[in-house]
């Protein structure tokens, strides 16, 4: 029954790694050298595709959780649960080449700025999300615990942004500009194409990883209903 | 009317509970001033200013110590077995929800009531009783109702005593923010006008959480 | 506009932060995809072997 969906999944990644390699070429051949930070600013394409396609798995989570307590149906917890573990790759990819970006750019490894604080804090929910999911792997209910706890997980995100901002004395309503932003607002058509494919890459990439890591759960619980009948 | 007579007989219980043994706030109490004690040392606090550390300090004894009351809220029920009793009971969830937030909040808030004045004690400080004491009940609402629905999660997975601190704390932080913000706003004797920011995140943070705590816990107790 | 010895260090050690940056991403995004293609063989292997047996407890 799986065969059948297996051919999309494979154009899919086919997709995936087209993308992911014109935005490796692009990054490092098509988009010319910023001036002022020189070539270190070329992790910024991968750095950045790899945050959005976390932010993407957190919502993912979050809509998936939201749609498990109403329906109660297993697809959902599935597709939660994918999504949460993927998140966390990205989110880590993201966190530590925004770090290796940082340290010759502002001199320091970690700045308490407020977009970096509120990505740690989400990092950590998502990382307490994946605890509570092993740790109650054998309990029947694990499914309801985790779509709850993805529930207040995403909501929170919000209230940790607007407490960020105000933490560092930035008005919660007026956008305020990072070297980061600055940065962003500089691009040349050429960068900014680069980072368009990036970002598409990582997100294709990221519904890829969805499907197989989807399907993953799906062979388990395939493989703990032949238990079941077996034990029968 | 039926729905508060629920309630009621559920904070009851608990207090009856707990005042019979005094387990779990003699446990809070003394944890508390541990952490003051240890803060004092750790941060040799004679000489700073303390209206400007002393707010993180009073949070992190209040967050500590709270967490273990709130961990043993659910615990002690399951290992007498009485939550299946109050589960079988037709009782509203949601009642259930808020009386046992209800009786978690009065636990926290009475170690903190004796733990404020054993930091002013021991740190020479003035408190500012006015704007400080509500901003501290506030915090708390927000803290046990979070507390209390994590901890009925956390108290049926394999690893209960690590589990709640693991999922409460980072979900609690914009609490914490403004709950330290606030504090220390208060014991420096800033305007009110200054710090309304930090006040508006508790009120949204306390009342989002109350609701959502509110409308998942049936999920999270279910069978 | 003068390159001097200096710019030239800088980017150097430019360079090798860019280097350590990509290859924090293909090693973990590799790391995942092992380990979520290892998971999925296994299950895989379970699955055939389980209904295997249940084939020839039939018989």
């Known amino acids: ?232 | 009317m039926k729905f508060l007579r629920q309630v009621y007989a559920i904070v009851q219980k608990d207090l009856a509970a707990e005042l019979r043994t005094k387990e779990n706030l003699s446990a809070m109490l003394v944890f508390s001033l541990l952490v003051l004690v240890i803060f004092n040392f750790a941060f040799e606090l004679q000489g700073v200013d303390i209206t400007v550390l002393g707010s993180g300090v009073l949070w992190v004894a209040f967050t500590f110590s709270g967490i273990l009351g709130l961990g043993r809220s659910f615990a002690a029920e399951k290992d007498k077995g009485s939550l299946e009793g109050v589960l079988l009971s037709p009782v509203d969830r949601g009642a259930m929800f808020l009386g046992k937030a209800i009786s978690n909040w009065l636990f926290i808030t009475v170690m903190e009531a004796v733990t404020l004045p054993l930091f002013a004690v021991l740190n020479n400080v003035a408190i500012p009783w006015f704007p400080l004491v509500p901003y501290i009940v506030m915090g708390t609402i927000g803290f046990a109702a979070m507390g209390t629905l994590l901890s009925a999660v956390a108290s049926s997975t394999k690893m209960r005593e690590v589990m709640l601190p693991i999922l409460l704390f980072p979900v609690s932080i914009p609490l914490l923010m403004a709950a330290v913000k606030l504090t220390s706003g208060a014991l420096q004797g800033r305007e009110f006008a200054d710090i309304s920011n930090w006040f508006n995140i508790l009120i949204v943070y306390d009342v989002i959480f109350l609701v959502v705590a509110f409308w998942t816990f049936e999920y999270v107790v279910e069978e | 506009m003068e390159i001097t010895l200096k710019d030239l260090l800088a980017e150097i050690r430019n360079l090798s932060y860019l280097f350590y940056g990509y290859t924090v991403i293909w090693v973990l995004l590799l790391a995942y995809l092992y380990a979520l293609s290892r998971r999925e063989r296994n299950l895989r292997e379970q699955i055939d072997e389980l209904k295997k047996e249940i084939e020839a407890e039939k018989k």
């Not at chain 1, 995403?154 to 305020?176: D, E, H, K």
């Open chain 1, 1 to 232: 029954m799986l065969r059948t969906s297996d051919r999309w999944l494979d154009l899919l990644g086919l997709a995936t790694l087209i993308l992911i390699v014109s935005g490796l070429y692009m990054a490092f051949m098509y988009a010319q050298t910023e001036v002022n930070m020189g070539l270190v600013y070329r992790i910024f394409f991968f750095h950045f595709g790899s945050i959005a396609a976390g932010m993407v798995a957190v919502l993912v989570v979050g809509i998936a959780s939201i749609g498990y307590l109403r329906t109660g149906a297993r697809a959902w917890d599935r597709v939660a649960e994918a999504s949460a573990e993927i998140g966390v790759v990205f989110s880590t990819i993201g966190l530590i080449t925004g770090s290796i970006w940082a340290r010759p750019i502002w001199g320091a490894w970690w700045t308490w700025d407020p977009r970096l604080t509120t990505f740690l804090i989400m990092w950590l929910i998502y990382i307490a999300y994946l605890m509570l999911r092993a740790s109650a792997r054998d309990d029947p209910r694990v499914a309801r615990f985790a779509a709850v706890f993805g529930i207040v997980g995403v909501i929170n995100i919000p209230i940790v942004i607007m407490s960020a901002r105000i933490w560092r004395g930035i008005s919660p309503v007026l956008f305020q500009q990072t070297a980061e932003q600055q940065f962003t607002f500089g691009l040349t058509p050429e960068m900014f194409q680069t980072l368009v494919v990036c970002i598409v890459a990582h997100l294709v990439l990221f519904a890829w990883l969805l499907a197989h890591r989807t399907r993953l759960e799906a062979l388990r619980d395939e493989l703990v209903a032949l238990r079941r009948a077996r034990a029968r």
